[in-house]
């Protein structure tokens, strides 16, 4: 079951892309707005012990593009050199294979064991990859007119923490980051995309790693815990 497609949950998500940390509620969805360290929004159930779980089930990630963006980035393009909905699509398929090879690779290099089944010791984690925008998509078109940009372009993370077995939901977090290219411009290819965003992926993945570390360490949460407050306070 994917948890993290309910309506509520899209449209707030959706709307983050272009929202500050200030702009996150209070509580949502019974959890409570908390002060992150690496993320730009945290939110954890009151209570929630973290300490039993030494293994984790990880769902494969959803991507979603920006609202419009293939009509944005098609706007100034030849027609030969259109992004095609097969072409995003395959943007799509690549970005969730590259999110959830770098996702499962930092866990397991940490020390977790991952699982394909519930048990009372195995925390689900959900994923998405959501606003993703990619400035210049390399089409692969022939005679195709090439593109220089500064980065490869941006998108926001989702992650969802639950209890494998009954499904509560224990924690959320968002996040929304560009990608870091080299210095200055650069010609920007199917190649140089993938290595951006897989750069990205990194990040997000070793920050997620450390957060989980630290909820088991700082477990458990505060059951009186303030919208604001450090999860360890």
Do not use: C
């Not at 293939?70 to 294979?97: C, F, G, H, T, W």
């Not at 593109?147 to 372009?153: L, M, R, V």
Request: charged share 25%; glycine share 6%.
């Amino acid at each position: 079951m994917k948890y993290l497609k309910t309506l509520a949950a899209l449209m707030l998500i959706a709307a983050w892309g272009t929202a500050s940390a200030a702009d996150a509620p209070e509580s949502w969805d019974g959890l409570i707005q908390v002060k992150p360290k690496r993320m730009d929004a945290a939110f954890l159930l009151p209570g929630a012990d973290f300490r039993p779980y030494t293994k984790l089930m990880i769902d494969p990630t959803q991507v979603a593009f920006q609202k419009d963006w293939m009509k944005r980035i098609n706007q100034d393009r030849r027609p030969s050199d259109r992004v095609s909905e097969e072409d995003a699509q395959k943007i799509l398929a690549a970005a969730r294979s590259n999110f959830d090879d770098v996702f499962v690779e930092a866990f397991t290099k940490a020390g977790y064991t991952i699982v394909n089944a519930p048990a009372a010791d195995v925390l689900r984690i959900s994923t998405a990859v959501i606003n993703l925008y990619i400035n210049a998509p390399d089409t692969m078109s022939a005679g195709r007119s090439y593109s220089f940009t500064t980065e490869a372009g941006e998108a926001t993370l989702v992650i969802e923490v639950r209890d494998s077995l009954t499904g509560a939901l224990m924690g959320r977090v968002l996040d929304r980051r560009e990608t870091q290219g080299g210095a200055g411009m650069q010609m920007t290819t199917s190649v140089t995309n993938k290595a951006e965003f897989r750069a990205l992926f990194r990040q997000w993945a070793s920050t997620a790693v450390k957060g989980i570390d630290e909820l088991k360490a700082h477990s458990p949460v505060p059951m009186d815990l303030k919208p604001g407050q450090k999860p360890k306070d």
